[in-house]
């Protein structure tokens, strides 16, 4: 038998919402525990264990999660944050000018193509290559630019490369 208070969604301010909240930064705050764990050298093995843990952990903490909160308060979170995202995400409308394309392809294609022969150039020539992750951080952060330089079609034409039935329309004229 349900009470009355089942019937009550759960409003931002309700201490169920903050305490769901707090499970997630404590799932994502826990992660920190590894990059710590490598920098006091701690061994190997012990590293993958932990990040094993941790996964398998960060389950269990979202299905809490979901029970502390209930249904409306975790439909509420994902709207929250989903709604947030979208508004970052290119529009499918806007015309993407000639340069701005160009620039997004280049932007595109760098990162793909360095990271494609990264392992032949440090074969053929050690040492030419530095290897900082810094650099490595900045062609994914490149890579995933790209996305909103060339706005919104780009991604269609890319999820359209995985559609086995989607075709070609052409409408330049000749």
């Given amino acids: 038998m349900s009470s009355p208070q089942d019937n009550i969604a759960p409003s931002s301010t309700g201490w169920r919402f903050k305490l769901g909240i707090a499970i997630i930064c404590l799932m994502l705050g826990s992660w920190l ?10 061994p190997g093995s012990k590293i993958a264990a932990l990040t094993g843990i941790l996964f398998i952990s960060n389950k269990v903490l979202l299905i809490l999660v979901i029970a502390i909160m209930g249904k409306s308060g975790f439909q509420q979170l994902k709207r929250s944050m989903f709604g947030y995202v979208s ?28 990271a494609f022969l990264e392992p032949y150039v440090d074969t053929l020539w050690p040492g030419l290559r530095p290897n900082l992750w810094q650099l490595q951080a900045l062609g994914d952060a490149m890579l995933i630019g790209s996305f909103f330089v060339l706005g919104g079609n780009f991604w269609d034409k890319v999820r359209a490369l995985f559609i086995r039935k989607a075709r070609v329309v052409n409408t330049t004229a000749v």
């Avoid at 590894?34 to 006091?40: E, N, Y």
């Avoid at 409308?93 to 360095?114: K, T």
Wanted: a negative charge.
């Fill in 87 to 114: 508004t970052l995400a290119p529009s499918a409308d806007v015309e993407v000018g000639p340069a701005r394309h160009r620039i997004g392809l280049v932007m595109f294609c760098l990162p793909l193509i360095s």
């Fill in 33 to 42: 525990m590894v990059p710590l764990a490598a920098a006091v050298d701690v």
